[in-house]
């Protein structure tokens, strides 16, 4: 039953304290000291930089694609106005053109209508020219006419 | 009768037997420390291999020991806080590895094979002195770390909400290495004492559930005292406003 002797022994029993507490003390103390430099620096100097490395990376790419961004929304409106302008460019072509084309239909219809009023006249003169001579040949053959009668008399 | 031989059995598995080294004065119980020393020194070596060849892309062991220690560095960090875990990671660490390797090392290892002419080799945490002694550094480093980083100010946390908590306050500065030391005495102690007492009777089959939940209680005592070890020291360096 000495074996269950738990409190109070004087040799031996679960709870028999002694140097060996102090000892433990003292190599666990040590053992910090020594997992200090085997373990915990070297893996954490390893570790940190890995995490530093990755984390300047991560920056640098989030720069990178802000910029890709700016200069994306830069072209974008780059190309907007791009668009505007040829649209202005167009529709400024096309009333030169109607001005254009409506300046020249007045003129060809003012030409036209100059024409035929030149015409017109020539016409007009011409009928009465050929007018006055058939009143003429009428007047002359009148008299022709007359003259024949009386003097047949 | 049935209970005496019970009695007699657990007598065999000489519970409380030491087997001791006298140094000039002082006696010590040597199965502690050699079982520590076989432990510890596979623990060096084991780390030594791991860190020999260091690189960028971590491989193998170097894997291993990486995720130990932001194991390690995330249970300091969230008890102890950002501004000083890094002065205490290595203590947390160590502490961890100690008790987690001695737990894991008591429980693994067939050391009975092993005869001692007295007493057996078996975990180094099943012994009193050792967890005493890990407990007292616990305290050491609290108060040390609560008056490195604030002062004469650390003795504000005893008074902290009202100056009535003043006798629980030191009162607690007893209870927390007590409740340390004997909560990993005891688990480690009882397991022990379990899984020899089943051996014992059903040598078979029957106590393999029981190490299995051995080596679980051993694990969870290593992380339940570097957990709190680090919370006594997070409370100690914590401000109050």
């Known amino acids: 039953m000495l074996a269950f002797n738990f409190f109070g022994a004087t040799e031996g029993g679960l709870f028999d304290i002694n140097a060996t507490l102090p000892l433990m003390a003292i190599q666990v103390v040590a053992l910090t000291y020594i997992l200090n430099s085997l373990f915990f620096k070297p893996v954490g100097n390893v570790v940190e930089k890995r995490e530093k490395f990755v984390s300047n990376n991560i920056i640098e790419a989030k720069n990178k694609l802000s910029e890709v961004k700016k200069l994306e929304a830069d072209l974008l409106t780059q190309l907007q106005s791009a668009r505007t302008e040829a649209q202005r460019i167009v529709s400024e072509a096309e009333n030169e053109s109607d001005k254009l084309y409506k300046e020249a239909l007045e003129l060809a219809n003012n030409e036209a209508n100059a024409s035929k009023e030149k015409a017109r006249l020539e016409i007009e003169s011409q009928t009465s020219a050929a007018r006055d001579q058939l009143y003429k040949q009428a007047d002359d053959l009148s008299e022709l006419i007359v003259n024949r009668l009386i003097l047949e008399k | ?26 006696r010590l119980h040597g199965q502690v420390f050699l079982t520590s020393w076989i432990l510890l020194g596979a623990l060096l070596v084991f780390i030594s291999l791991g860190t020999k060849k260091m690189e960028n892309d971590p491989k193998g ?96 946390y005893y008074v902290h909400p009202t100056p009535i908590m003043l006798p629980f306050k030191i009162l607690e500065d007893f209870t927390k290495p007590l409740s340390l030391s004997f909560r990993l005495f005891g688990n480690i102690l009882a397991d022990e004492l379990v899984v020899g007492v089943l051996v014992f009777l059903v040598p078979l089959i029957l106590p393999i559930p029981v190490m299995f939940l051995g080596l679980f209680t051993s694990a969870i005592q290593a992380l339940i005292f570097a957990t709190l070890a680090a919370y006594y020291i997070g409370e100690a360096v914590e401000e109050h406003h």
């Open chain 2, 1 to 26: 009768m049935f209970f005496n031989s019970l009695l007699t059995n657990f007598a065999a598995l000489e519970v409380g037997q030491h087997l001791y080294w006298q140094i000039g004065n002082i």
């Open chain 2, 61 to 156: 062991l170097q894997n291993l020991l990486e995720f130990l220690w932001d194991y390690i560095r995330d249970l300091s960090r969230t008890q102890i806080g950002e501004k000083v875990y890094r002065d205490w990671m290595p203590f947390i660490g160590t502490l961890f590895l100690f008790v987690f390797v001695s737990n894991w090392g008591g429980a693994l290892i067939p050391w009975r094979l092993i005869k001692l002419p007295s007493g057996e080799l078996g975990a180094p945490t099943a012994d009193i002195n050792t967890t005493i002694a890990l407990a007292l550094l616990v305290s050491l480093s609290y108060f040390y770390a609560g008056l490195s980083n604030k002062g004469w100010r650390y003795f504000e």
